[in-house]
């Protein structure tokens, strides 16, 4: 039998093959990081794998897909659930992003702490949004709902098989095989000409929603390695001659702990596609739609801390209006030092962050009875306490990579009024829960404060 997470890693891992036989540039994004974790481990030795093992890091991807229709997103639900999957957290970017970009989105990813350290992989998840009427008039609209209707992105067969992995958790060898290889089939990129007319018509609102529905399959738009010194990859990147997007997303680099998530790309490449023009011929067109993305993450921070990091971001908007970047870089590394605890424990002290606690194998063997403040269990040596790695995206971050296959404006017509979406109608068009991502960290970090307390004696037992 092949356990749930096997399946998970094993689709990682030939997502990851496949993605780099499409995309060459991939592999070398893949190699750079690597060697950068490898100089990382050798140079801080444990201090590098506070936020994972190396094993976990390596293998760490996240995936970014796209699809047309809540019907192909409940399909996509029952495929990562049979990987053990689950949706988290809620993205509006037809709100976040400078330019137009029509989709709302959530993450599919394991939920469980033993689940995440056997392989975290995750895929940011978007949909299409035909019925928003900034970026579709009902024309429109009609036209693109009607084109979707008609195509089919996943055979019944992988679908019944997923069910049949998500409901046992497991699947037999062979099942497991053709599971895996119908799954990194429906994500590899269709040789099928694209109607050039329609795709068109599309990219003139949008190149993400001419990604999405001027075409009758889905693919995987890009694939995410962690990287443990995200500025020393772009550096290496740069280097090599590849152009990167200017900036590093996220937090700046300052002398405090990592934390949240920093992201970089390099621009869409511009890929080989068969055209069908509108006198029917088919020729070999070039679409730039697919791009290399890399990640360094770090801390989850609580809901107290996100607020503080927004409030950051805000005030370095405001004050970098006009400054160049490397001035806009200093500025919130000055902002951050001021305004941001520069250690696990000032983060921890001020509640703006998230650990889990463990009881300490050294700790005192006196016969002293263990203290009952979590403080004085800490400052004491009774427990020690490990951040939560950030499992999540950042609504900005995500709207500025979006931003980097998008060579044209797109167009939003804002005298309209924006069709609502938020978590509880994801949920419903699911079927399933969008878990809420603070929910998990501090559900996670309240169960291992229990687990300390029966350790020690602490809960009257
Ligand atoms: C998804 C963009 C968001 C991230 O890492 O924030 C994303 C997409 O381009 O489909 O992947
Ligand atoms: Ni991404």
């Known amino acids: ?63 970014a897909i796209r699809v047309g229709t809540p019907d192909e997103l409940r399909q996509v639900a029952r495929i990562f659930g049979a990987l053990g999957m689950h949706p988290v957290g809620f993205y509006d970017l037809r709100e976040a992003a400078a330019s137009a970009v029509p989709v709302v989105s959530t993450a599919f990813r394991p939920v469980d702490g033993e689940e995440l350290a056997r392989n975290p992989f995750r895929v940011f998840t ?11 008039d009902p024309d429109l609209r009609a036209r693109l709902e009607n084109f979707l209707a008609g195509r089919e992105l996943f055979p019944p067969e992988l679908l019944d098989l997923a069910d049949r992995a998500e409901r046992a958790a497991e699947l037999p060898e062979e099942d497991a095989e053709r599971f895996l290889h119908l799954a990194v089939r429906a994500f590899e990129l269709s040789p099928e000409p694209v109607d050039q007319a329609w795709y068109t018509t599309l990219e003139r609102v949008s190149a993400v929603a001419a990604d999405i529905g001027g075409v009758r399959s889905t693919h995987i738009n890009h694939l995410t390695p962690r990287v443990l010194d995200i500025d020393e990859l772009y550096r ?14 996220g937090p700046p680099r300052w002398q405090g702990p990592d934390v949240l998530l920093r992201q970089t790309s390099f621009r869409a490449l511009a890929e080989p596609r068969a055209l069908r023009t509108p006198d029917g011929t088919v020729t070999t067109g070039a679409l730039r739609v697919r791009f290399g993305e890399v990640e360094a993450r770090g801390i989850a921070l609580s809901r107290a801390g996100r607020a503080r990091y927004d409030r950051l971001l805000a005030r370095v908007d405001e004050q970098a209006a006009g400054l160049p970047q490397a001035d806009r870089a200093a ?53 020690r306490a490990d951040p939560l790695v950030y499992e999540d995206f950042l609504p900005r971050s995500a709207a500025g990579i979006f931003q980097s296959n998008l060579s044209e404006e797109g167009s939003r017509n804002n005298e309209q009024q924006g069709a609502a979406y938020d978590s509880a109608w994801l949920s419903g ?17 309240n169960r291992s404060l229990v687990r300390v307390a029966r350790e020690l004696g602490l809960d009257g037992t």
């Open 1 to 63: 039998m092949i356990s749930q997470w096997q399946l998970r890693a094993a689709f990682a891992q030939r997502l990851s093959d496949m993605y780099g036989r499409e995309v060459p540039a991939y592999t070398t994004l893949v190699d750079v990081s690597r060697e950068v974790n490898e100089d990382v481990l050798r140079a801080q030795g444990a201090d590098a794998e506070r936020l994972g093992s190396i094993g976990r890091v390596t293998a760490e991807r996240h995936g």
């Open 126 to 136: 978007s949909l299409l949004t035909p019925a928003d009427p900034r970026f579709f």
């Open 236 to 249: 290496r990147m740069t280097e090599r001659g590849i152009e990167m997007i200017d900036t590093i997303q």
């Open 331 to 383: 500025l919130a590394r000055t902002l951050w030092a001021q305004e941001m605890p520069d250690s696990e424990q000032g983060l921890a002290a001020q509640g703006l962050a998230h650990f889990t606690h463990h009881v300490a194998p050294d700790r005192p063997r006196d016969g002293s009875r263990p203290p009952a403040a979590l403080r004085d269990l800490l400052e004491g040596g009774w427990i």
């Open 429 to 445: 068009v699911l079927g399933r829960d969008v878990a809420d991502p603070f929910d998990l960290y501090e559900e996670q970090q």
